[in-house]
């Protein structure tokens, strides 16, 4: 699969639309970049951009826009509410898949190398590229902005990483390195700069000093008032939102504001997203306040709406949630993006994959997705009012399972292809023959292992059925029927896929645990099945 590297370079200038353009447009010609957001500020004056493509063309993508801005930024004439040192300010890079952190911090070094050498600028390297313990932190770095540089640079412990350690004034200074996806996250207040940032010292780890952290721990931030707006806003960067979610940082900037009767009117995401912290967020919301949604876009709509996020501008999901971006981008979305038709005429081909693992996770799939239809046409009408609390608890595991085995018709082609690719490993010498094997062997174990957790994944699906056709809508009877048989079907499919593929296996242990797994799987379906049947015919009766 590509690999692909998000790269999120801050220019100072926002408030230029053609030196804006210019710089987009630099990134969008270079060969394997696309350009996913453009993100200008006027009251900052700095734009954003984000951009995705292979590690070597994001580089090439960050050095195009950086020549661009050699020629059109004079930082001696720059001010802005953003703290900042250099025409491009910062560039980070960022894995986003099949790629390590690795590798992006061989993409800052690269960058930061061939950044200096061509424009004759000082580069430091921040993050996890970063070559000295004092240079991890942005704001480390940064301190003292644009106008420190001068007296900065004379110092031998600021020398920087790459280039001259000379001012270079149309220019400043860049950092670059490589991070976690940082989220760029700013809450709107009625107030004035000066009460914005008194919360954000409350709130970011650094808080007011060493004597006075903040209270939120990955957290950086600052207050500012934005002119075109008439607003405050406490900005912050979100250094890992699995630490402090985005819906902590709202709600404890909500709960300091109301200390202080200040009013909060919103926020405003900067840049792009990821689906997971939008979802997280979903999720706090959906417990904080009892309520029942189970569809992606529904979730999204609600963070939307709770969070404010389109209070300055509109939010379009399509476009501010990297992982929709990217798979608009993609061209081969793989078997379960192909039309019904097309799904089948490719199981018919004249290929060994797609084959009966795949269809069997799309058994599995339309399986479950039948108990969810029935738990929905057992919910929420007012004939069956009292199965309304049991139908929230049956309801979102099969939801839940019909995305995943969804997600596995892919997995289970893909798994078989890495033995394919392995039998067409070279075996001239000895050596070759050995790796071939090595190959060949971790190929099956691979293979194995998406059919057997498919089965665990039936096996979790058979309590909740049962339950379901003890209470659901009698009129769905022949849909559980079906979705019954679809998922025995889908562990049968399993099994056999599992067994095929062990024989060849010479892993003794390995092969006799799996066995025993799959097995005992299979029983546990045939059982399952036959208890939902009996227990639809006994209502019936």
């Not at 094997?437 to 998406?450: I, Y």
């Not at 498919?454 to 022949?478: D, F, M, Y």
């Not at 095929?500 to 059982?527: C, G, H, T, Y």
């Amino acid at each position: 699969m590509a690999k692909l590297v998000e790269c999120v370079p801050n220019f100072s200038e926002g408030v230029n639309k053609e030196v804006i353009d210019a710089l987009g447009q630099a990134i969008s010609r270079t060969p394997g970049c696309a350009l996913l957001d453009v993100d200008a500020g006027a009251s900052t004056n700095r734009t954003v951009y984000t951009f995705v493509g292979s590690p070597q063309a994001v580089v090439e993508g960050a050095l195009s826009a950086a020549r661009v801005a050699g020629q059109l930024i004079d930082m001696s004439r720059h001010t802005g509410e953003h703290p900042r040192m250099g025409a491009l300010d910062v560039c980070p890079f960022v894995p986003v898949m099949n790629v390590t952190m690795e590798e992006c911090v061989t993409c800052a070094h690269l960058f930061g190398q061939r950044l200096a050498a061509e424009l004759g600028v000082p580069v430091y390297l921040y993050g996890v590229a970063a070559r000295e313990e004092s240079r991890k932190a942005l704001p480390a770095i940064r301190a003292g902005e644009y106008e420190a540089l001068p007296e900065k640079l004379a110092k031998p412990e600021w020398a920087p990483d790459f280039g001259p350690p000379t001012f270079v004034p149309r220019w400043g200074a860049t950092v670059t390195g490589a991070r976690t996806f940082l989220i760029a996250y700013n809450i709107n207040l009625l107030c004035t700069k000066e009460l914005a940032h008194r919360i954000a010292l409350n709130l970011r780890e650094q808080g007011r000093g060493a004597d006075q952290p903040g209270l939120l721990k990955k957290v950086q931030g600052i207050g500012w008032y934005l002119e075109e707006e008439d607003i405050a806003q406490v900005s912050t960067n979100l250094l890992d939102f699995e630490t402090t979610p985005l819906h902590t940082v709202y709600e404890e900037v909500c709960r300091e504001a109301q200390a202080l009767n200040l009013p909060v009117v919103g926020s405003q995401l900067v840049g792009l997203v990821p689906k997971k912290a939008m979802l997280d967020a979903a999720e706090f919301y959906i417990k904080k306040e009892n309520l029942f949604i189970l569809e992606e876009e529904q979730k999204i709509r609600l963070v939307v709406n709770r969070l404010g996020l389109d209070s300055l501008s509109p939010f379009h999901p399509r476009e501010r949630i990297i992982e929709y971006l990217v798979q608009a981008g993609e061209v081969d979305g793989g078997l379960v993006a192909k039309p019904l038709g097309a799904f089948v005429r490719a199981v018919g081909g004249r290929s060994a994959a797609p084959g009966g693992g795949s269809v069997s996770a799309a058994a599995a799939a339309l399986g479950a997705a039948l108990g969810c239809m029935v738990g929905l046409m057992s919910y929420g009408k007012r004939q069956f009012e009292e199965l309304d609390p049991l139908m929230r608890k049956l309801i979102p595991p099969f939801h839940r399972a019909m995305d995943e085995m969804v997600a596995m018709v892919d997995a289970d082609s893909r798994a078989f292809s890495s033995y394919m690719e392995a039998l067409k490993l070279p075996k001239t010498t000895p050596a070759e023959r050995e790796r071939r094997l090595a190959a060949m062997q971790q190929g099956l174990k691979t293979a194995v292992g998406v059919p057997c957790a498919l089965a665990e994944k039936v096996s979790g699906l058979w309590p909740a059925l049962q339950e379901l056709a003890r209470h659901c809508n009698l009129a769905c009877k022949s849909d559980i029927q079906v979705g019954a048989k679809m998922l025995e079907a889908a562990a049968f499919g399993a099994y056999f896929n599992v067994m095929i593929n062990l024989k060849d296996i010479e892993d003794e242990k390995f092969k006799q645990a799996m066995s025993q797994k799959v097995s005992r799987l299979l029983e546990e379906a045939k059982q399952g099945s036959a208890l939902v049947l009996a227990l639809l015919e006994e209502r019936v009766a």
